[in-house]
């Protein structure tokens, strides 16, 4: 019994990775990324880059992040089979200090991954104007 249940859980698999041969498949070449230290009240940013590797084609149906301090802006909607796109990302460090990391949430029609989640993460440390203090000035 437990040789007949495996063979049709086996036969299963089979077919859902054959179907899944004729269909689009969203694959980052990195899918994080750390900005090191960046300085308070700067804009960091960086680009993902991801393939279709699927058969057909792929559809960003949307782009979301963690934050409201992060923006991320997507090069096409459709990418075609063997294409490359691209997400821009970029990180406001406005009001930050220390280790952040946001979340950057990439909705697709690729059956096996259709949400795949990027990361970025930074240092962020507090800039020199705002410890400055007017009263201590030496002009």
């Known amino acids: 019994m437990k040789k007949v249940i495996l063979s049709i859980l086996f036969i299963g698999m089979i077919e859902t990775l054959v ?15 750390d ?18 590797r699927g058969t057909d084609d792929l559809l960003i149906k ?8 992060t923006a991320a802006l997507v090069s096409a ?8 796109g691209q ?11 220390g280790k952040v990391s946001r979340t950057i949430s990439v909705v697709s029609n690729d059956p096996v991954e259709s949400i795949k ?7 962020v440390d507090p800039s ?8 201590e000035s030496i002009f």
Do not use: W
């Open 77 to 84: 909607n459709v990418i075609e089979p063997g294409e490359t």
């Open 117 to 123: 989640e990027l990361t970025i993460t930074a240092m």
């Open 62 to 69: 949307e782009v979301t992040t963690s934050c409201g301090c």
């Open 35 to 52: 900005f090191g230290r960046v300085l308070q009240g700067k804009t960091a940013e960086y680009t993902f880059t991801f393939e279709n």
């Open 128 to 135: 020199m104007h705002t410890s400055f203090n007017v009263n």
């Open 19 to 33: 179907l899944a041969e004729g269909t689009p498949r969203i694959n980052f070449i990195q899918d994080s990324h």
């Open 87 to 97: 997400i821009k990302v970029s990180y406001d460090s406005q009001g930050r200090a």
